[in-house]
């Protein structure tokens, strides 16, 4: 079974830029879908981003900030979140269709 780990999480000022990394232990070749969700303290966690094959969808709160990439030669999925606001606040997930989910990245984001 393919495990997910995430990294690159952090605290950053508004307006600022992190990327986001989901190593997979073994080959992502074969998943169709991967995706980045995340959980704002206090809320349900939120869809944020998908990748599948050559589309790519996000939600609406960070339509044209974030930017859902993958390597499948590096087996890593990122996410590069850029002009980052407070309530971009969360620990965030990398989900794939198969491994499920990672153990997640805190990412706050002071103003």
């Known amino acids: 079974q393919v495990q997910l780990v995430e990294s690159g999480g952090g605290l950053v000022q508004a307006g600022g830029s992190l990327r986001l990394s989901c190593a997979a232990s073994?080959?992502?070749?074969?998943?169709?879908?991967m995706g980045w969700y995340r959980q704002p303290p206090g809320k349900q966690r939120e869809w944020v981003a998908h990748?599948?094959?050559?589309?790519?969808n996000y939600a609406d709160s960070v339509k044209g900030r974030f930017t859902i990439s993958r390597d499948n030669a590096k087996n890593t999925v990122y996410l590069q979140m850029n002009n980052l606001k407070p309530e971009d606040t969360a620990v965030y997930y990398c989900?794939?269709?198969?491994?499920?989910w990672g153990k997640g990245t805190l990412v706050t984001v002071s103003s």
């Open positions: 989900w794939g269709l198969g491994p499920g």
């Open positions: 073994g080959s992502i070749v074969s998943i169709d879908a």
């Open positions: 990748s599948n094959g050559s589309r790519t």
